[in-house]
């Protein structure tokens, strides 16, 4: 695994990209935390544990796919693309360019087939229901995981590519539990301008390093 596709990458993704995770999934998080006071911390990990889980086999989905890339030219294609959709994800994160949106609509399809199953298991009850629940919102359209997803894909290797999905999903879990608990606080705090600035930039500027310039040149 090269540098740019480790797991401290993957985590630090996660972590910045926290902001569009809260407004995606938080509302159901907070839903879970209001639960039963004894069952609700327990069914908050289960439902973002699920959630890890499902990005994990998206990533180990699309790593398969990139073991068949052979060609050197279409390998540099698929990191280019990576690398600017992870700029198009800082600009969003900081509230520049929402562009990201459209990306987002090419899941609607499979998100209806799937949101059925989902809303059967509300409210949630246990942490069986809430495993369930996180896995199936796992495949919300969401342009944050779609960006990941295809910088996780140029691993070219499903083990490693869910590795990196799943180190992705752990990224996200501070700012997931957090607003399952302290919601409030949480979406004060994602709504600061100066973080969500910060954060984007970050990704900005990871967006630009994935992208290989000398590769591009060299085609």
């Excluded at 907070?30 to 069952?39: D, N, P, R, V």
Aim: net charge positive; proline share 3%.
């Amino acid at each position: 695994m090269t540098e740019s596709l480790s797991i401290s990458t993957a985590i630090l993704l996660g972590l910045l990209g926290s902001a569009h995770c809260v407004g995606m999934c938080g509302g159901i998080a907070a839903t879970i935390a209001l639960g039963q006071k004894h069952s609700r911390i327990p069914n908050l990990i289960g439902y973002n544990f699920g959630r890890l889980i499902s990005y994990a086999i998206a990533g180990a989905l699309v790593g398969s796919l990139g073991i068949f890339i052979k060609d050197s030219t279409l390998a540099i294609a698929l990191r280019a693309i990576a690398g600017l959709l992870l700029i198009t994800m800082g600009l969003y994160v900081a509230q520049w360019w929402k562009g990201l949106t459209h990306v987002e609509k090419l899941g609607t399809k499979l998100w209806s087939l799937i949101r059925p199953a989902a809303s059967k298991l509300l409210p949630v009850k246990n942490i069986k229901q809430a495993l369930l629940l996180g896995f199936f919102w796992g495949w919300l359209p969401c342009g944050l995981i779609y960006s990941t997803l295809i910088w996780a894909a140029t691993a070219q290797d499903p083990i490693q590519s869910a590795s990196l999905m799943f180190a992705f999903g752990i990224g996200t879990l501070p700012a997931m539990l957090s607003t399952g608990m302290l919601a409030k606080q949480m979406q004060t705090l994602l709504a600061n301008r100066n973080v969500q600035h910060i954060a984007g930039l970050m990704i900005i500027l990871f967006g630009l390093y994935t992208i290989p310039f000398n590769g591009i040149i060299g085609i």
